[in-house]
């Protein structure tokens, strides 16, 4: 069994839910530094939110790409080559604009996220919902995102999935020890 396959997708699930990742875990350690560790809970919704609407959208794509397929058998393969090619461009695409965006904003990453919560934090009863909002949109939007890289990759069989799945896993376990051992994010790689 080839297992160079699992790689691009086990770098790219790794990458994309590290980001995710350090959101939610400067939202959790804000909350504890706050004592407003009851609004966890609200913190594990919104990431169950994000991964399920990132499931949806790859779903959505997946059923688009069968039903171009079946409705216009004859050009079936020049239409899922066209749209695997503008879901590549729009990564290449999504993946520039990324790399710019952390270039600039990831010195203040922090200081916005935790400048959201405090606002969020102020609104007593709807402190949770606006949370959930928070989390479950970052871990959305870096769904979104890997949906974007792996289209073409997880359709090739068990083995990429494996992979992304591995990234995943692995992803989640630098969460938390980012979390739990509080290990300080500077950014300082990005800031130059």
């Known amino acids: 069994m080839d ?3 699992a790689l691009p997708t086990f770098v790219v699930t790794l990458r994309e839910g ?9 939202v959790l350690a804000y909350l504890k530094k706050a004592n407003q560790s009851q609004l966890n809970f609200w913190v594990l919704g ?4 994000g991964i399920a609407g990132s499931c949806l959208i790859g779903l ?3 059923w ?3 039903g171009l397929a079946t409705s216009t058998p004859k050009y079936a393969p020049v239409i899922e080559s066209l749209f695997k090619g503008i879901v590549s461009v729009m990564a290449i695409a999504l993946l520039t604009w990324m790399l710019v965006w952390m270039t600039q904003q990831a010195r203040q990453l922090k200081g916005q996220v935790e400048g959201e919560l405090g606002t969020v934090l102020q609104q007593d009863r709807r402190a949770g919902w606006g949370v959930f909002g928070l989390v479950g949109v970052a ?11 792996l289209m073409a990759n997880l359709q090739q069989g068990a083995v990429p999935v494996l992979g992304a799945i591995a990234g995943l896993l692995g992803a989640a376990g630098i969460g938390v020890l980012l979390f739990k051992w509080g290990v300080q994010s500077t950014f300082a790689p990005f800031s130059r």
Do not use: D, H, N, Y
């Open 3 to 5: 297992f160079s396959s």
């Open 18 to 26: 590290v980001e995710a990742a350090l959101v939610v875990g400067i």
């Open 46 to 49: 919104g990431v169950v939110a």
């Open 60 to 62: 959505g794509f997946t």
């Open 64 to 66: 688009f790409i069968q």
């Open 139 to 149: 871990v959305l939007r870096e769904g979104f995102e890997t949906v974007l890289f």
